[in-house]
Every structure is written in structure tokens, then in C-alpha cells.
């Protein structure tokens, strides 16, 4: 019988690495979540309803990084980069939109939520520990 060994000890350099190939991947997930936000699906009858699914994808996401974060660092603070990185490119979405015309995250309910769910998906293994 063969059991898996996933080793514990690991540099301060490889931790660094870890945290940053997280916030990339917060970064170009925040990308695909504001360009699908305006998603929709058209039913067989022609009619179209908003499928704002990335909604729930950030949620998702943003807790898996914050858990793969806590297996990097032991402090809260800084586990939560990817979070960080997440929430201020999401405001540099808003910033960037307002400068140069272009929107990028429309003035509506979805955008709200996505910034909630993003954030309440990357707090959550902060707050609810095995």
C-alpha cells in the first residue's frame, strides 16, 4: 500500500512563488469573471436571460486561492494577497473605466455582486476553518 508524501518544508523564495502565481491567477480569473459578467443564454424561444454564472465562479475561486494561499503562509494577512490583488484590480477595472470611457463593469447589480462574492469567497476559509 503506497500513501502520497506532500512535503511541508519549503523555501521562503518557493512561498513567494506560490503567492505570486496565485495573484496572477486572481488576476486573469477577475479578467474572465467582468468579461463574461454580461453573459446570456438564449433559450430555444428566442428569448434571452441574463447568465451572470461568473458570479458564482468568483466566489468559488477566490476561496480556492485564499486556501491554497493558507498552505503557503501561516499569517492571515499574508495569505490574503491573492485576495488583495483580486479586489484592487477589480477596482482598477472601475478606475480605468471611468478615465477613458470605456466600461468595462457596468453600473448594475451583477457588478456588485461579483465584487461581494469575490470578496466573501476569498474571506471565507479565514472564517470557517476545518
Known amino acids: 500500500m503506497s500513501s502520497s508524501f506532500v512535503p511541508f518544508e519549503f523555501s521562503r523564495g518557493e512561498a513567494?512563488?506560490?503567492?505570486?502565481?496565485?495573484?496572477?491567477?486572481a488576476l486573469l480569473s477577475l479578467?474572465?469573471?467582468?468579461?463574461?459578467?454580461?453573459?446570456?443564454?438564449?433559450l430555444p424561444s428566442g428569448m434571452r436571460i441574463?447568465?451572470?454564472i461568473t458570479i458564482?465562479?468568483?466566489?468559488?475561486f477566490s476561496k480556492v486561492l485564499t486556501k491554497t494561499a493558507r498552505l503557503w503562509t501561516p499569517n492571515p494577512l499574508i495569505a490574503a494577497i491573492p485576495l488583495i490583488v483580486w479586489v484592487l484590480g477589480?477596482?482598477?477595472f472601475l478606475v480605468i473605466g471611468s478615465t477613458t470611457g470605456d466600461q468595462w463593469l457596468g453600473s448594475n447589480i451583477r457588478t456588485v455582486a461579483l465584487l461581494f462574492a469575490g470578496i466573501i469567497g476569498g474571506v471565507w476559509p479565514?472564517?470557517?476553518?476545518?
Do not use: D, N
Request: proline share 3%.
Open 56 to 60: 458564482l465562479i468568483a466566489w468559488w
Open 90 to 92: 477589480f477596482f482598477a
Open 126 to 130: 479565514f472564517v470557517v476553518s476545518k
Open 16 to 25: 513567494v512563488g506560490g503567492l505570486l502565481w496565485l495573484s496572477v491567477g
Open 31 to 42: 479578467v474572465l469573471e467582468v468579461v463574461y459578467l454580461g453573459a446570456y443564454i438564449t
Open 50 to 52: 441574463a447568465f451572470p
